[in-house]
């Protein structure tokens, strides 16, 4: 029983580590991850290097595949890069495997107890942050030295050296163990490190650990499929591409298992020659089982993106109603997600014309236009966004300021539906009289819908300038107007007096939303996004 409970502790502590850990690297590493991959768009060596560093500083390649998918979808990196990085951040995830191999336990004990004491203590981030992942470190090894030690007397147990031979008898068994392990994890390095604990208490060696360290990139594609659902085109794609590298590495390694154990000398043979004893030596066949594939995988990738497309083709259409950029998966970065608002802002703000007539918010509407359901989904996300994640100070202001856009854009629909209300009520003769007023509405809104969209401060500046209602073209403008009023019958003149009354409405909305966005860039020169 006794040796139970030391079991039970060292997998619960090593259960809580890697919890604590992957969840202090994604927010200590997601704003740094964006900036690093943002600069992997040339070639695909520095791609290569940074899905290297992603994977290292993530320890999770289905997280760092889903931060792509948010970046992909928003233009922020290329499918190609993106596809690269994936592959080999497989390899960089591989680092924290060989902790667990050195013999670093007398210092164990003491980073555990000085990142505790740090994170308690120490309030300012990004030091809590980084204290909390060194802090999840140093409980993943103590949670495996306690499992070690938890199973050392069971090595001389005869029920449990026959349970480890009939497990690992077979090496298609071996392979399933791996999997079901990885997949209990939802880690493949967690099962890896858990393994290569189990060969430093000698309860078997690297010929029978093999086949089950192949069979661990596999254990994250259910967790993939459930995160996927909803995804589409190339973001489906780029999830896929990570399950097809996981399924080739294991098919590729395990027929090079079979291969040397017709006489061949592979894999084994060479971490045979390594020393370290067992535990290093698995260390190396979890590296080698993602960098041979990686890289024997790379010079095809063009090829596999094809075979995904028969599969899952790019969308034939994108519905006006539901979000292009704004995915589920984009809330677990919020950098990712911050970055990503504004893109759905500056669409929902594009998509506004005034050739409808009916108000964005019309009463009578048996559907909700598709206007205020996209709004209400942005409205939504970033709602989740704040729910779901502690925000930083920084980060809290700047879901503010979407959120205080998204407000203006919305009114700005319903005077802008106003406006075009009061265009088709004018009299057919009044129509050239408007144009000039109506074309100014609609070219700021355009002009508007793309500085939103790329929070380039030069077309944030141009949009503010241009919207400007009381510049002497506008004015001159708007007086032609009025004058022209009297042409037309004392109707006539109502509907056009209430077309400037919505004109002016509408404006200064568009004008409203170009102050509060130089007011972002001024508060943030030189920042990428706002």
Same mark, same amino acid.
């Given at each position: 029983?006794?040796?139970?409970?030391?079991?039970?502790?060292?997998?619960?502590?090593?259960?809580?580590?890697? +919890?604590?850990?992957?969840?202090?690297?994604?927010?200590?590493?997601?704003?740094?991850?964006?900036?690093?991959?943002?600069?992997?768009?040339?070639?695909?060596?520095?791609?290569?290097?940074?899905?290297?560093? !992603?994977?290292?500083?993530? +320890?999770?390649?289905?997280?760092?595949?889903?931060?792509?998918?948010?970046?992909?979808?928003?233009?922020?990196?290329?499918?190609?890069?993106?596809?690269?990085?994936?592959?080999?951040?497989?390899?960089?995830?591989?680092?924290? !495997?060989?902790?667990?191999?050195?013999?670093?336990?007398?210092?164990?004990?003491?980073?555990?107890?000085?990142?505790?004491?740090?994170?308690?203590?120490?309030?300012?981030?990004?030091?809590?942050?980084?204290?909390?992942?060194?802090?999840?470190?140093?409980?993943?090894?103590?949670?495996?030295?306690?499992?070690?030690?938890?199973?050392?007397?069971?090595?001389?147990?005869?029920?449990?050296?026959?349970?480890?031979?009939?497990?690992?008898?077979?090496?298609?068994?071996?392979?399933?163990?791996?999997?079901?392990?990885?997949?209990?994890?939802?880690?493949?390095?967690?099962?890896?490190?858990?393994?290569?604990?189990?060969?430093?208490?000698? =309860?078997?060696?690297?010929?029978?650990?093999?086949?089950?360290?192949?069979?661990?990139?596999?254990?994250?594609?259910?967790?993939?499929?459930?995160?996927?659902?909803?995804?589409?085109?190339? #973001?489906?794609?780029?999830?896929?591409?990570?399950?097809?590298?996981?399924?080739?590495?294991?098919?590729?390694?395990?027929?090079?298992?079979?291969?040397?154990?017709?006489?061949?000398?592979?894999?084994?043979?060479?971490?045979?020659?390594?020393?370290?004893?067992?535990?290093?030596?698995?260390?190396?066949?979890?590296?080698?089982?993602?960098?041979?594939?990686?890289?024997?995988?790379?010079?095809?990738?063009?090829?596999?993106?094809?075979?995904?497309?028969?599969?899952?083709?790019?969308?034939?259409?994108?519905?006006?109603?539901?979000?292009?950029?704004?995915?589920?998966?984009?809330? #677990?970065?919020?950098?990712?997600?911050?970055?990503?608002?504004?893109?759905?802002?500056?669409?929902?703000?594009?998509?506004?014309?005034?050739?409808?007539?009916?108000?964005?918010?019309?009463?009578?509407?048996?559907?909700?236009?598709?206007?205020?359901?996209?709004?209400?989904?942005?409205?939504?996300?970033?709602?989740?966004?704040?729910?779901?994640?502690?925000?930083?100070?920084?980060?809290?202001?700047?879901?503010?300021?979407?959120?205080?856009?998204?407000?203006?854009?919305?009114?700005?629909?319903?005077?802008?539906?106003?406006?075009?209300?009061?265009?088709?009520?004018?009299?057919?003769?009044?129509?050239?009289?408007?144009?000039?007023?109506?074309?100014?509405?609609?070219?700021?809104?355009?002009?508007?819908?793309?500085?939103?969209?790329?929070?380039?401060? +030069?077309?944030?500046?141009?949009?503010?300038?241009?919207?400007? &209602?009381?510049?002497?073209?506008?004015?001159?403008?708007?007086?032609?107007?009025?004058?022209?009023?009297?042409?037309?019958?004392?109707?006539?003149?109502?509907?056009?007096?209430?077309?400037?009354?919505?004109?002016?409405?509408?404006?200064?909305?568009?004008?409203?939303?170009?102050?509060? &966005?130089?007011? =972002?860039?001024?508060?943030?020169?030189?920042?990428?996004?706002?």
């Amino acid at each position: 029983m006794f040796i139970f409970n030391g079991v039970i502790l060292g997998l619960g502590l090593f259960f809580l580590g890697l +919890q604590l850990t992957g969840q202090n690297m994604r927010a200590l590493s997601g704003g740094g991850l964006r900036q690093l991959v943002r600069g992997a768009t040339g070639t695909p060596w520095v791609s290569g290097v940074c899905g290297l560093v !992603a994977g290292a500083l993530m +320890q999770s390649a289905t997280a760092v595949t889903f931060i792509l998918v948010s970046m992909v979808g928003s233009g922020l990196i290329k499918s190609a890069s993106a596809r690269v990085i994936v592959v080999w951040c497989n390899v960089g995830l591989t680092a924290l !495997a060989f902790l667990a191999a050195f013999n670093i336990h007398p210092i164990v004990a003491f980073v555990v107890g000085v990142a505790g004491i740090a994170m308690g203590s120490v309030r300012r981030k990004p030091w809590n942050t980084i204290a909390g992942a060194v802090l999840g470190v140093g409980i993943i090894l103590f949670g495996l030295e306690q499992l070690g030690a938890g199973l050392a007397p069971l090595k001389d147990e005869a029920w449990f050296r026959q349970a480890i031979e009939v497990a690992l008898s077979s090496p298609l068994q071996a392979f399933g163990i791996g999997i079901a392990a990885a997949a209990l994890l939802q880690s493949n390095t967690g099962a890896a490190m858990v393994l290569i604990t189990l060969a430093a208490g000698g =309860a078997f060696g690297v010929a029978e650990a093999a086949p089950a360290i192949y069979g661990t990139n596999l254990g994250a594609i259910a967790l993939r499929a459930f995160l996927a659902r909803g995804l589409s085109g190339s #973001a489906i794609r780029l999830v896929r591409m990570e399950d097809l590298f996981c399924v080739f590495s294991g098919l590729l390694m395990m027929a090079l298992f079979f291969l040397e154990r017709a006489g061949v000398p592979l894999v084994q043979a060479f971490v045979y020659s390594l020393h370290g004893g067992e535990a290093m030596r698995l260390a190396a066949v979890f590296l080698l089982s993602n960098l041979i594939p990686a890289v024997a995988l790379s010079p095809f990738l063009p090829h596999c993106e094809s075979l995904l497309k028969r599969f899952w083709p790019s969308d034939a259409a994108e519905r006006p109603d539901q979000p292009k950029f704004l995915r589920s998966q984009a809330l #677990a970065d919020p950098e990712t997600a911050l970055d990503l608002i504004p893109k759905e802002l500056g669409r929902l703000f594009g998509s506004l014309s005034l050739e409808s007539k009916a108000s964005v918010n019309d009463s009578d509407s048996h559907e909700m236009p598709a206007f205020m359901q996209l709004g209400a989904a942005i409205e939504g996300f970033c709602v989740r966004l704040a729910s779901e994640n502690p925000l930083s100070q920084t980060q809290s202001l700047r879901l503010q300021r979407c959120r205080a856009w998204l407000h203006t854009i919305r009114h700005i629909g319903e005077a802008s539906g106003e406006l075009a209300a009061s265009r088709a009520a004018l009299p057919p003769s009044a129509e050239p009289c408007a144009k000039g007023l109506l074309d100014w509405i609609q070219a700021n809104i355009l002009l508007g819908a793309d500085a939103t969209a790329s929070m380039d401060p +030069q077309k944030i500046q141009e949009f503010f300038e241009s919207s400007k &209602q009381k510049v002497p073209a506008v004015r001159a403008m708007r007086q032609s107007f009025l004058e022209s009023c009297g042409a037309f019958s004392p109707a006539g003149n109502l509907e056009m007096s209430s077309l400037v009354d919505n004109f002016d409405i509408t404006a200064w909305l568009i004008h409203r939303l170009s102050k509060l &966005q130089v007011k =972002a860039i001024q508060a943030a020169p030189g920042a990428v996004g706002f």
